[in-house]
């Protein structure tokens, strides 16, 4: 037996989140490695989840967790051994394949990276999807030229999982990065992690005109829907945008005037199916150029058993940071 969370739905439609006892037998046969879960996350995805908020899961019942890492027990993959510590994010876990937020999860071997050296378990999962995620848009910026000498990098949705890593990064790398947040009590947090100045989202959250006054070399934007389109519209000749995120919604409501007029680059980053290569590479840029104390002074530990509370207060807009699950 292990435990998990576990998601059911009726043939009524009735939702229930609640922890449970499971059988090994139970566990996905389309999985090659059996893990040993130490530590899992809350990322936004599995608030959604969690609390029946979006259509995320597609297959039920669902052991939820996106997120995972562990300590390899079986393996019929060649790239795993017994003894092997591995992280595992994305690729459709806790979604349409049972997840991590459990003592055991059986997995693909073609979605597990080798932790890195550097990075305990618990450091992995303060970091996540929402962390690695924040690398793939610091990669997207430099890969279009970003540099920190450019000008100043806006962070939307600052006190966020994404957000909070995004400034930690973009900081400790030599950017200037100016946060937007619905927090003011948060405003000497978000300073801590590295933020220069800390802007409300008030200001970015409504209908704006087409073209701005220039401002950004570069954004990482966790919202999308208007704050998205007006900071495509704040930004500088040839700069880059990389939107990673819903929050406040999905839709874009902006002109191509950014685009065709100023040059500006709008990069969408996927954290899901990203290849091997990019994941292996944001997760060593991470455990190379992450201030971990940063980490910690931003990440909250709690037990599995806490996990549906904490998923609510995601969805409440409560939370500030990272929350780190204790399998």
């Not at 690729?91 to 080798?114: S, Y």
């Not at 995601?314 to 699950?325: D, E, S, Y």
Request: charged content about 20%; aromatic content about 4%; proline content about 4%.
């Amino acid at each position: 037996m292990f435990k998990a969370l576990l998601l059911q739905k009726n043939e009524q439609g009735e939702f229930k989140a609640s922890i449970e006892q499971l059988e090994e037998s139970q566990l996905p046969e389309t999985g090659d490695v059996l893990v040993q879960i130490s530590h899992s996350t809350l990322n936004y995805k599995d608030g959604l989840a969690i609390c029946n908020k979006s259509p995320v899961v597609r297959h039920w019942p669902m052991v939820a967790g996106i997120d995972g890492a562990g300590t390899v027990l079986e393996s019929a993959h060649p790239g795993f051994k017994p003894g092997d510590e591995v992280i595992l994010n994305g690729f459709g876990v806790g979604e349409t394949h049972w997840g991590c937020l459990a003592e055991k999860a059986k997995l693909k071997g073609d979605w597990l990276i080798k932790r890195p050296e550097g990075l305990s378990a618990a450091q992995a999962m303060a970091i996540g999807t929402a962390g690695y995620t924040a690398m793939l848009c610091v990669l997207g910026l430099e890969k279009s030229g970003v540099k920190p000498n450019s000008g100043e990098i806006l962070v939307t949705g600052a006190t966020g999982g994404v957000g909070s890593v995004a400034i930690a990064l973009l900081s400790k790398l030599g950017y200037t990065v100016v946060a937007t947040s619905g927090k003011p009590e948060q405003a000497e947090f978000l300073k801590s992690l590295g933020a220069s100045e800390v802007m409300d989202r008030k200001l970015f959250s409504e209908p704006g005109k087409p073209l701005q006054r220039e401002r950004w070399a570069g954004v990482v934007d966790c919202v999308g829907s208007h704050t998205l389109a007006n900071a495509c519209a704040q930004t500088k000749y040839g700069g880059t945008v990389t939107a990673c995120g819903l929050a406040q919604g999905m839709d874009l409501p902006s002109s191509v005037a950014p685009f065709i007029l100023r040059g500006v680059a709008l990069k969408g980053i996927d954290s899901v199916m990203a290849p091997l290569q990019v994941r292996e590479n944001a997760w060593r840029r991470l455990a190379s150029d992450l201030d971990l104390k940063k980490l910690e002074n931003l990440t909250r530990t709690i037990p599995l058993d806490g996990a549906i509370e904490a998923a609510g207060q995601i969805m409440a807009g409560t939370n500030t940071g990272r929350i780190l699950i204790t399998i």
